[in-house]
């Protein structure tokens, strides 16, 4: 039948339908919704310089695929006073996706690379094809998904609107229906209190001050708690049994950062508040992962409250499956490898924690961690980047102290590598006696780095300058960590030799905007950490810390740097998608690893990817190069 019927169809109509049917996405479309676009679409002309489209135009009306040549995008690049090439889009491609979804102007002028013929079809026939083909609008949202934060959004929503819930989690949490909090005053009695929350069933009460400030929450585990410790009495007021300073929220805050603050610190509970702090709601674990049908919160207290080692090694399968649906939920790569990051940092704390009630050092210590873990950007594949700093009691030296925790941190990393955080081959572990140091110690050893530029230096500074803690004190490493930045806003020398090496870094494009595959026996393969991630990351350190930033983490890195004027916004934005985009693409690749059973790498075949994919990881890299390029100017390299 569909035979005949594409007899029917006009010559001209069919042959639009069978160039359209070797390129994505329209390679899965039905044959009616080729037709429908093959029918509404008009083939022109550009010649060589010709402008396609231009943000002069207006809000983007038409959609437009290659038909033959190429399209070019530029910007002008408003420092350098020049215009810039953005991108290319070859043969079969399609613009502009962002644009006409987000119904607003192109940011880039489009104009043909030689003689090119283009296909176009109007707004209405676009839109018609996005409501009606789902491979279409699947391929629209995905395309833009990771690369455009106008369009979030619209994104999630489509996301979840496949799962029969209207909620993701990028959803403010105003937008929740809270219902009018229960509350009392400090004074009232528990009995009371519990009798409220009976009525109203609930498992939570919030103690207010006379200004609805929240000052303490009450919950059935506080209670449960109370009674098996035989505590106190019901009649007893139940501010000394409440939970004091509970965690609080602003109402604009999404449910992705109620989820990450109860991952965290264990809460079942979230205040959301007002501008003035007072309290207009709650948002509980049920309500959020109801929804979401992933548990977030209860993974991290079952890691954070296992009484075994083996019991956090079994649990290591789960945080992949929660990874699988909190991509399926929409969720992006930025709040994925938080959640990996989150999870990962609750496993150390607890292994530290059980080695700690079986065999205490007796001495106080804080857990540093460094390199992606130091920057919260952890992927399933992992391994220990961590160290040891201490204060020195008066009554021990250094080393008697470092005797009492080297055999402590070398039970944690051996643990830690049970739990699937693989041993470092460089020996960058807390049970290296050169990485389990005092406050003074570490404060000499950056003196040394800082001033000494060796090759080892730079490679270390890859490691060492993404730094944070896990787990102890934390007012040393801060002190600690301001030092080390004003030494490096000092030493002009230092900076340029951390700029001329991460230069090195080149992202995989050649002259001719093909792919430069890796060199180490893996056949046309790409190594997205040290490739695609590797050059973003250095260098934006490079400029985060000769501007004072204290953040490791490479987007808020990027966005503090905007702050300060380092940075232009949009270039920000274009780098920190593409960023993205190369993370997302790698947090597949791992999935779809672990499925097949196969050991976790970095490598990619490119020409695994879909052609939209595999288009914009390529500009990705050119957004890689033109980060390096702001480098070499800004330090003359």
Same mark, same amino acid.
């Given at each position: 039948?569909?035979?005949?019927?594409d007899?029917?169809?006009?010559?001209?109509? @069919?042959?639009?339908?069978?160039?359209?049917?070797?390129?994505?996405?329209?390679?899965?479309?039905?044959?009616?919704?080729?037709?429908?676009?093959?029918?509404h679409?008009?083939?022109?002309?550009?010649?060589?310089?010709?402008?396609?489209?231009?943000?002069?135009?207006?809000?983007?009306?038409?959609?437009?695929?290659?038909?033959?040549?190429?399209?070019?995008?530029?910007r002008?690049?408003?420092?350098?006073?020049?215009?810039?090439?953005?991108? #290319?889009?070859?043969?079969?491609?399609?613009?502009?996706?962002?644009?006409?979804?987000?119904?607003?102007?192109?940011?880039?002028?489009?104009?043909?690379?030689?003689?090119?013929?283009?296909?176009?079809?109007?707004?209405?026939?676009?839109?018609?094809?996005?409501?009606?083909s789902?491979?279409?609008?699947?391929?629209?949202?995905?395309?833009?998904?990771?690369?455009?934060?106008?369009?979030?959004?619209?994104?999630?929503?489509?996301?979840?609107? *496949?799962?029969?819930?209207?909620?993701?989690?990028s959803?403010?949490?105003?937008?929740?229906?809270?219902r009018?909090?229960?509350?009392?005053?400090?004074?009232?009695?528990?009995?009371?209190?519990?009798?409220?929350?009976?009525?109203?069933?609930?498992?939570?009460?919030?103690?207010?001050?006379? *200004?609805r400030?929240?000052t303490?929450?009450?919950?059935?585990?506080?209670?449960?708690?109370?009674?098996?410790?035989?505590?106190?009495?019901?009649?007893?007021?139940?501010?000394?049994?409440?939970?004091?300073d509970p965690?609080?929220l602003?109402?604009q805050?999404d449910?992705?950062?109620?989820?990450?603050l109860?991952?965290?610190?264990h809460?079942a509970?979230?205040?959301?508040?007002? #501008?003035?702090?007072k309290?207009?709601?709650?948002?509980?674990?049920?309500?959020?992962?109801?929804?979401?049908?992933?548990?977030?919160?209860n993974?991290?207290?079952?890691?954070g409250?296992?009484?075994?080692?083996?019991?956090?090694?079994?649990?290591? *399968?789960?945080?992949?499956?929660?990874?699988?649906?909190?991509?399926a939920?929409?969720?992006?790569?930025?709040?994925?490898?938080k959640?990996?990051?989150?999870?990962?940092?609750?496993?150390? @704390?607890?292994?530290?924690?059980?080695?700690?009630?079986?065999?205490?050092?007796g001495?106080?210590?804080?857990?540093l961690?460094?390199g992606?873990?130091? @920057?919260?950007?952890?992927?399933?594949?992992?391994?220990?980047?961590?160290?040891?700093?201490?204060?020195?009691?008066?009554?021990?030296?250094e080393?008697?102290?470092?005797?009492?925790?080297?055999?402590?941190? @070398?039970?944690?990393n051996?643990?830690?590598? #049970?739990?699937g955080?693989?041993?470092?081959?460089?020996?960058?572990?807390?049970?290296?006696?050169?990485?389990?140091?005092?406050?003074?110690?570490?404060?000499?050893?950056f003196?040394?780095?800082?001033?000494?530029?060796?090759?080892?230096n730079?490679?270390?500074?890859?490691?060492?300058?993404?730094?944070?803690?896990?787990?102890?004190?934390?007012?040393?490493l801060?002190?600690?960590?301001?030092?080390?930045l004003?030494?490096?806003?000092?030493?002009?020398?230092?900076?340029?030799?951390?700029?001329?090496?991460?230069?090195?870094?080149?992202?995989?494009l050649?002259?001719?905007r093909?792919?430069?595959?890796?060199?180490?026996?893996?056949?046309?393969?790409l190594?997205?950490?040290?490739?695609?991630?590797?050059?973003?990351?250095?260098?934006?350190?490079?400029?985060?810390?000769?501007?004072?930033?204290?953040?490791?983490?490479?987007l808020?890195?990027?966005?503090?740097?905007?702050?300060?004027?380092?940075?232009?916004?949009k270039d920000?934005?274009?780098?920190?998608?593409?960023?993205?985009?190369?993370?997302?693409?790698?947090?597949?690749s791992?999935?779809?690893m672990?499925?097949?059973g196969q050991?976790?790498t970095?490598?990619?075949?490119?020409?695994?990817?879909?052609?939209?994919?595999?288009?914009?990881?390529?500009?990705?890299?050119?957004?890689?190069?033109?980060?390096?390029?702001?480098?070499?100017?800004?330090y003359?390299?």
């Amino acid at each position: 039948m569909a035979a005949n019927q594409d007899n029917t169809r006009p010559q001209n109509t @069919r042959a639009i339908m069978g160039f359209l049917q070797a390129h994505a996405p329209f390679s899965s479309m039905d044959e009616d919704h080729l037709a429908h676009f093959a029918e509404h679409a008009t083939l022109r002309f550009y010649a060589d310089g010709d402008v396609v489209l231009s943000p002069d135009d207006g809000i983007v009306r038409k959609f437009y695929v290659v038909k033959q040549g190429r399209i070019r995008g530029e910007r002008l690049n408003e420092k350098a006073e020049k215009t810039e090439t953005t991108f #290319e889009i070859s043969l079969g491609e399609c613009f502009p996706l962002a644009a006409i979804i987000g119904e607003r102007p192109t940011r880039t002028l489009h104009r043909a690379a030689g003689d090119t013929f283009c296909l176009s079809i109007e707004q209405d026939a676009f839109i018609t094809l996005f409501s009606e083909s789902e491979s279409f609008r699947d391929f629209c949202l995905r395309g833009v998904s990771s690369l455009l934060d106008q369009v979030n959004q619209r994104i999630q929503s489509g996301a979840m609107a *496949s799962m029969g819930s209207s909620i993701s989690l990028s959803t403010p949490l105003e937008r929740y229906a809270l219902r009018n909090p229960i509350v009392c005053s400090p004074d009232l009695s528990v009995r009371k209190a519990v009798a409220r929350m009976h009525e109203n069933g609930v498992g939570s009460i919030i103690i207010t001050d006379d *200004s609805r400030h929240p000052t303490g929450i009450f919950t059935l585990r506080d209670l449960r708690t109370m009674i098996a410790e035989n505590a106190g009495s019901l009649d007893t007021p139940v501010r000394q049994f409440m939970t004091k300073d509970p965690c609080y929220l602003p109402a604009q805050a999404d449910a992705f950062d109620a989820a990450m603050l109860m991952a965290e610190h264990h809460f079942a509970h979230i205040c959301v508040v007002d #501008e003035e702090k007072k309290l207009i709601g709650m948002v509980s674990e049920r309500d959020l992962f109801s929804l979401q049908r992933v548990d977030l919160v209860n993974l991290a207290r079952t890691i954070g409250t296992a009484t075994h080692l083996r019991t956090l090694v079994s649990l290591r *399968s789960d945080v992949s499956r929660l990874v699988d649906a909190m991509l399926a939920h929409g969720a992006d790569s930025g709040q994925v490898v938080k959640i990996i990051t989150t999870l990962n940092d609750v496993t150390v @704390r607890r292994v530290l924690e059980l080695n700690i009630k079986r065999n205490d050092p007796g001495i106080p210590f804080t857990w540093l961690t460094f390199g992606s873990e130091g @920057r919260q950007e952890q992927t399933l594949l992992t391994d220990q980047d961590n160290g040891i700093l201490f204060q020195t009691p008066e009554h021990l030296t250094e080393d008697q102290v470092r005797e009492k925790l080297l055999p402590f941190a @070398r039970t944690v990393n051996d643990e830690l590598a #049970e739990c699937g955080f693989t041993l470092c081959k460089g020996n960058i572990m807390a049970s290296n006696p050169k990485l389990c140091l005092s406050v003074r110690e570490w404060d000499d050893w950056f003196i040394r780095f800082i001033d000494a530029s060796t090759p080892q230096n730079l490679v270390y500074s890859s490691i060492f300058l993404d730094m944070r803690s896990v787990f102890g004190p934390t007012d040393s490493l801060h002190e600690l960590l301001e030092r080390v930045l004003t030494r490096i806003r000092k030493n002009d020398l230092f900076q340029k030799m951390l700029a001329g090496n991460a230069f090195q870094r080149k992202p995989p494009l050649t002259m001719f905007r093909n792919f430069r595959y890796v060199s180490d026996g893996k056949k046309h393969s790409l190594d997205l950490k040290r490739q695609g991630l590797a050059p973003f990351v250095e260098s934006v350190r490079v400029f985060a810390l000769a501007n004072g930033v204290e953040s490791a983490n490479t987007l808020e890195r990027m966005n503090e740097l905007v702050q300060k004027g380092v940075f232009d916004a949009k270039d920000a934005n274009a780098w920190k998608d593409a960023y993205s985009l190369i993370q997302a693409i790698r947090m597949r690749s791992h999935q779809e690893m672990l499925n097949k059973g196969q050991e976790l790498t970095n490598y990619i075949d490119p020409d695994d990817l879909n052609p939209l994919d595999k288009r914009i990881l390529r500009e990705s890299f050119r957004q890689a190069q033109r980060l390096q390029q702001k480098l070499e100017i800004t330090y003359q390299l």
